[in-house]
């Protein structure tokens, strides 16, 4: 391998086909479908959207699921129910998708950024610590790619200074911290279902809770602010229509049934990934805490360190693309640098690692491990050619081609 030349400068790539498709249909999804679809309700009132609100809270280690329209609107939804809004202050990573931060301003609350860790990716637990102020109503962690993130911690913080803490579990389907699984482990877990997530109805969310209250309040809040002891015309506070459809539920409770064999399969094909590489310097994958055994593998990200791999971030993914390895950069920014918050009223501590981040970071889509272990062997032989071409004090030609 160390003679190939890479595909970049016009060498055979390691992959010509491409990787799985996602989402993908998968067995039971058109019978399920079928069956709702027949049945003449498709609303949220249909008896398949309670019974997989409720399996799938409990799959989550959580009493109540209140089933709703997208993932962002879970989060809006969980900081409504627990009282949160205008005056208080939610801490929140500094690296997500916008709608971590953007739900906590469309409530009327402001953001706090905190950095995040250098190896899980996941929120700073000591910098989560020193941002909590006499108006901070929540800390919102973000199991990131799949990773729980450190919750005996946070839930030591959460506990001496009286705040909630709202799992961002997006990315976290079954993922687990010491045997309780995402979701179960705060005042409320929130789950999307979006086209890339790894059950997926193409959108929808998912609120999991254990606190009765919340429960009720976030239930109202979703079926027009109707009370489950009211009538049907009946409307008790300011509630809107989040409600999940039939045919997702239908469409999501088959993937729930499947989905422990579908974070195995991307447990094994990632230590088949992980073993092409072990070789590779300048390369670091996430790591996660020694709590989160279980491991979802929604993204795989990792830092690239230049010096010791020999090209930076940006060269190593044109690298791999030309390999035929979808790998993708990071976030461009942290989030506080989004145009919306030269608007919104925010607070943000200083972020280093979320600023090196944006320049040395990258991530694998959890469909190169959805395949054969071949498959995601394809993607380390990938990472290895790319290095074996590039490291410091490999010969090269003047036309960049790693000599023989």
């Not at 059950?199 to 239930?219: P, W």
Request: hydrophobic share 40%; aromatic share 8%; charged share 20%.
């Amino acid at each position: 391998m160390a003679s190939q030349k890479l595909a970049l400068f016009g060498g055979p790539p390691i992959r010509r086909n491409g990787y799985p498709d996602w989402p993908r249909l998968g067995p039971g999804d058109l019978d399920r479908m079928r069956e709702v679809l027949e049945s003449g309700s498709w609303g949220g009132e249909n008896p398949t959207v309670r019974s997989f609100a409720e399996i799938f809270a409990q799959f989550h280690d959580a009493r109540f699921g209140i089933a709703v329209s997208s993932g962002s609107m879970a989060l809006e939804l969980a900081l409504h129910a627990a009282g949160i809004g205008k005056g208080d202050e939610v801490i929140v990573p500094a690296h997500s998708f916008i709608a971590t931060a953007t739900a906590v301003s469309r409530v009327g609350a402001e953001p706090v950024f905190v950095d995040v860790d250098a190896e899980s990716f996941n929120i700073d637990c000591a910098q989560a610590a020193e941002a909590v102020s006499e108006k901070t109503r929540a800390i919102i962690p973000v199991h990131f790619g799949g990773v729980v993130a450190e919750m005996d911690r946070l839930t030591d913080i959460a506990s001496s200074t009286g705040v909630r803490l709202l799992e961002d579990a997006a990315h976290a389907h079954g993922a687990e911290w010491y045997g309780t699984r995402a979701g179960g482990l705060g005042s409320a877990g929130i789950f999307s279902f979006q086209n890339s997530k790894a059950m997926t109805a193409g959108e929808g969310g998912m609120v999991v809770t254990s606190d009765e209250g919340l429960a009720e309040s976030a239930r109202s809040i979703t079926n027009a602010g109707r009370r489950s002891t009211g009538g049907w015309f009946e409307h008790f506070e300011l509630g809107t229509n989040l409600r999940m459809t039939a045919p997702q539920a239908a469409l999501l409770m088959a993937q729930l049934e499947r989905l422990p064999r579908e974070i195995q399969l991307r447990a094994t094909n990632f230590k088949r990934f992980a073993k092409e590489i072990s070789e590779v310097n300048g390369i670091a994958l996430q790591k996660a805490p020694t709590g989160a055994a279980t491991q979802t593998r929604y993204i795989v990200p990792g830092r690239i360190v230049e010096d010791l791999f020999g090209a930076d971030r940006d060269r190593f993914v044109e690298a791999m693309q030309s390999e035929g390895v979808p790998v993708r950069p990071f976030y461009p920014h942290p989030l506080y640098a989004n145009p919306v918050f030269r608007e919104w009223p925010h607070r943000s501590l200083q972020c280093p690692v979320a600023e090196q981040l944006t320049r040395d970071s990258f991530w694998i889509p959890m469909r190169v491990f959805m395949g054969s272990e071949d498959d995601a062997a394809d993607a380390g032989r990938a990472v290895t050619k790319v290095y074996r071409a590039l490291k410091p004090g490999s010969r090269r030609s003047t036309n960049g081609f790693p000599e023989a």
